[in-house]
């Protein structure tokens, strides 16, 4: 027998598309709020649509709100997507062992779908009736699209899983219980860094990425993070950009060969392995120059050069959200080091250390820029004990040198320091130079990598980037 996922794969590369057509009657797209014009609805738009979709998604809400026709007219529209390709029953189910198997015999055998979303919250006993049968797939609630998803699925974990957050762990028991290549994942687009990490915990699985168009969803960036090393691995569902649209296929055909040219496109960038995080320029560096860190011109710098490219972080501060992303890609650098505290340097990386231990859970200090004359007139704010190793965390990294006045700072005060942080290396001597000391500089990104990065997609015009590749090599 055939399995779910190579199924999907085999629809995927048949149609070339990575597209999942979403069936959701909203009642305002209807002409009246019935079971019969909820059916033409999404079996036009399935008419509409052939050879475009690797798979269907019909949200059963949508269904149910109709009463028993409504039902009725679900399990029609299942039978009407073609042969051969998927249809997801977007249902989100999630109960016990019993009322599970009663669930997958609707969905399966009544319904006549080829998979269904599942909340994986109640344990691997609630998943396994709908995955007994190879054929039929499921695909698991990991980092969803919404806001609130931070509420719950980003909380880190204690224990031996303490280096990972909950919807990490929830990716990685997927890919131990996918033993039949029938289960997925859904990890939303809205999140591409989340969306990198899942990718990272399980390099195998399918993901459905919803929040591409009406959540605002970056299509580039959730291609580039979550696509698997065969160029597969991804559905881009999409519903309302093509069932509102005048022109329905010819929306979907659009919007397929946005996905196909970003792929070309994306096959030219640098590899996640050549990167230093799984975040790297992908799906940081849009967010950067669109919050204003980064900008292009003429500015006079502390040494009094002329620099045509400028990187203020301290505007992270007003961007919260592109603020715990950017916490967020940290993480994947600390949690390979050992240490017990973070060591923020004033002032540009304060906010960005304190988002860090928010989600990483760590204790942070900081060396104070200024002596205090009063009060306790301590050089290190917060609380530590001498002899215990410190992590320094900055924004940037140009020479080094106001890394080594707060690393005497820390040493003063009994603390030890091995390792650096930075969100950016300039790329101007301060790894060398921290590495004669005996230090290690880790970065996320490096300012080329970012200079790559919005050349191949044009987002910086080629003038500037030139102009700033010059400046670096004088």
Known sequence: MTSFCATL?????????LLCIGLDPHPADLPAPTA?????????????????????KPNAAFFESLGPAGWAALKDVIAAVPAGVPVILDAKRGDIASTAEAYARSAFERLGADAITLNPYLGYDS????????????????????????D??????????????????????????????NLGLVAGATHPEALARVRQAAPTLWILAPGVGAQGGDLTAALRAGLRADGLGLLIPVSRAIARAADPRGATIELLET????????SALPSADDLRSPSGPITLADGLLDAGCVRFGQFTLKSGLTS???????????HPDLLADVARAYLTVLRSLEFDRLAALPYAALPIATAISLQGGWPMVYPRKESKTYGTRVEIEGAFEPGERVVVIDDLATTG????EAIEKLAAAGLEVKDIVVLIDRESGARAALGEAGYRLHSILTLNQLLDYWELTSRVPAGQIAAVRAFLAA
């Open 9 to 17: 794969d085999e629809s995927a590369r048949r149609t070339g598309s």
């Open 36 to 56: 019969e014009a909820a059916r033409e609805f999404c079996i036009r738009l399935i008419e509409l649509t052939t050879g475009l979709a690797a798979a269907y």
């Open 127 to 150: 998943l396994e009736p709908f995955l007994k049968d190879e054929r039929r797939g499921a695909f698991l609630l990991c980092k969803t699209s919404n806001p609130g998803s931070r």
């Open 152 to 181: 719950l699925q980003d909380l880190p974990l204690a224990g031996r899983h303490s280096r990972h957050l909950l919807y990490e762990r929830v990716a990685e028991l997927a890919s131990q219980w996918n033993t039949r290549d």
């Open 259 to 266: 996905v196909r040219r970003e792929q070309r496109s994306l």
């Open 308 to 318: 045509p490219i400028y990187l203020d972080l301290r505007r992270l501060v007003s």
């Open 401 to 404: 040198g106001s890394k080594f």
